[in-house]
């Protein structure tokens, strides 16, 4: 079919490690056939990108649907067009200091959706604005580096249990985060208990790690924090990783399961502005894990 040929002759891969480009018509994104062949690159290459689609909100929310069934915005709501249409408006022009702050610890490490039973499926980013300066976004090949481990941290790491939270992320935006600040965040994404090795069933194994790994379960806090750091530097070394440099209309998809990704610094008049939109996951972390409250989508 039309929209088969048009995917087929248009995927290049960027780096041998993770990422391909995507060239078509906005149109051709949602006509019949071609957001299967979207997922089925979207699980080869991790990271799509269609360079300057130039797509409008509306074909944005068609591909959305056609992918999966997209998580509400409830929390990032706020206020503007795209909120209305279900789009979270990623700026940072916010008047709500909790959105604020998650804008701005997006420069950290993660994976979005920590806070579910299950992790984001796929996330979807439209650049509206790119920034004069800085606000790249990195992404971080966890099925890779998790193969590349030695044996003996593999052996080391195997059924070990890490204490996740938002707070663990965004205290690093402040010296002295206040007792006041911490109830405000808990009542979005508290502390949850999921494995360390997260073994997919695709057959790929994922290091559950980044911004929101607070600790690990029955260790020390020196010794849960050097083991996290040290695997957070394993998993974002060069060979693994990918760096967008982003162009108005630009259009990204990234399978967030098998992903860590950043934001890179950029001054708040940039003018950086982008459109987001989730997919709902369906493979949990663990069976044994607390489910996370319906409206938070913040991680």
């Not at 990422?19 to 056939?33: C, M, S, T």
């Given at each position: 079919?039309?929209?088969?040929q048009?995917?087929?002759a248009?995927i290049?891969?960027?780096t ?9 018509a906005p149109?051709?994104?949602v ?6 062949q ?14 300057q ?5 509306d074909?944005f929310l068609q591909l ?6 997209r998580?509400?915005n409830?929390?990032?709501d706020?206020g503007?067009?795209?909120s ?25 490490w993660?994976?979005d ?11 979807l980013l ?7 300066e800085?606000g790249?976004?990195g992404?971080?090949n966890l099925?890779?580096?998790y193969?590349a481990l ?5 052996r080391l790491?195997?059924?070990l ?9 965004l ?6 985060p206040?007792a006041?600040d911490?109830?405000r965040?808990?009542a ?5 208990v999921?494995?360390?090795?997260w073994?997919q069933?695709?057959?790929?194994t ?12 029955g260790m ?7 083991l996290?750091?040290?695997l957070?530097d394993w998993?974002?070394q060069d060979?693994?990783t990918?760096?967008?440099e982003?162009q108005?209309g630009?259009?990204v998809?990234?399978?967030?399961p098998?992903?860590?990704h ?6 708040d008049g940039?003018?950086?502005?982008m459109?987001r939109?989730t997919?709902k996951?369906?493979?949990t972390?663990?069976p ?12």
């Amino acid at each position: 079919m039309e929209g088969a040929q048009i995917m087929s002759a248009r995927i290049e891969p960027i780096t041998p490690a993770l990422g391909a480009y995507v060239r078509l018509a906005p149109e051709d994104a949602v006509k019949v056939g071609a957001p299967a062949q979207i997922l089925e690159a979207l699980n080869r290459h991790h990271v799509l990108v269609f360079p300057q689609v130039g797509m409008n909100d509306d074909i944005f929310l068609q591909l959305t649907a056609a992918l999966g069934d997209r998580h509400d915005n409830t929390v990032t709501d706020d206020g503007s067009a795209a909120s209305g249409k279900g789009i979270f408006r990623i700026a940072r022009d916010k008047d709500d200091r909790t959105q604020g702050e998650f804008i701005r610890a997006n420069d950290y490490w993660h994976m979005d959706g920590m806070n579910y039973p299950g992790p984001v499926k796929a996330t979807l980013l439209k650049c509206e604005s790119a920034p004069k300066e800085g606000g790249d976004t990195g992404f971080a090949n966890l099925h890779a580096a998790y193969e590349a481990l030695p044996e003996e941290t593999r052996r080391l790491v195997d059924g070990l249990k890490v204490g996740h939270c938002v707070s663990a992320s965004l205290r690093r935006l402040y010296d002295e985060p206040t007792a006041e600040d911490f109830v405000r965040w808990d009542a979005v994404f508290p502390r949850m208990v999921r494995p360390l090795v997260w073994k997919q069933a695709c057959g790929r194994t994922s290091l559950l790690i980044g911004s929101t790994a607070n600790d690990i379960v029955g260790m020390n806090e020196a010794d849960g924090r050097a083991l996290l750091d040290e695997l957070l530097d394993w998993c974002t070394q060069d060979r693994f990783t990918y760096r967008h440099e982003w162009q108005d209309g630009d259009l990204v998809i990234f399978n967030n399961p098998a992903l860590l990704h950043r934001s890179y610094p950029y001054p708040d008049g940039a003018g950086r502005v982008m459109h987001r939109t989730t997919l709902k996951g369906h493979e949990t972390f663990d069976p044994a894990t607390t489910a996370a409250p319906a409206a938070a989508d913040l991680y």
